[in-house]
């Protein structure tokens, strides 16, 4: 057995006084590529799995100011899964805090949560006042191992912070699928009622966990 993609990823181990790069099923290890601590899930040492809840990314500053926006527009803070990271059994849960920083008269804002390109959840389209802060969260758990178009099964959230208009999602009905197989990118898209400079907003915060 040895251990599967990239045997560079791993230190060889000592079992039983042999330094060795193969590993017994359930064995756990520390992938350096994704950062997680990983269980092996078969007989051939050929598939991992996360063990326990790790934080795969989180964001340390705020994002660039958006501003007069005149269409829907990401933040410039994201995170990126890359491929084959999430397989079956696989949960990921995705925290984001956005700051309304300035409202221009009775416009609008709004922010949208989004997996792979799919919206996750979108904010209440509000005026509020300066700095007024809106969560979007969720969790996301995985069927099947890395493919093309994987279901996903979930439940998101958003709450504006000062009013407390809430909404979900995805949206009722919709069976989601994901590109497993191929990097997945998690961001934030605002949007504004009007492309006024009075209009301004930043993502504050984003985590992603998996577990």
Known sequence: ?????????????????VLTNALPVGAIVFDTATGLFQRSTDAAVATFQAVGSSVFSRSLADSTTLTALAAPTEFDVRS?????????????KVKAVVRSIAVNGADTLQYTLRIGGAAMVASTALNVGANNRVELEGSLLLRAAP?????????????????????????AGAVLTYAT???????????FSSANAGNQGTLESLTVELA
């Open 147 to 171: 493919g093309a178009a994987v279901e996903g099964s979930g439940y998101f959230s958003s709450s504006d912070l000062s009013v407390g208009a809430a909404t979900n999602g995805p949206a």
């Open 181 to 191: 197989n191929a990097a997945i990118i998690i961001d934030v898209l605002a949007t």
């Open 1 to 17: 057995m040895a251990f599967p993609n990239d045997t560079a990823r791993y230190d060889s181990i000592e079992i039983d006084g």
């Open 80 to 92: 990126v899964l890359p491929a084959n990271t999430l397989i079956a059994g696989s949960i990921l």
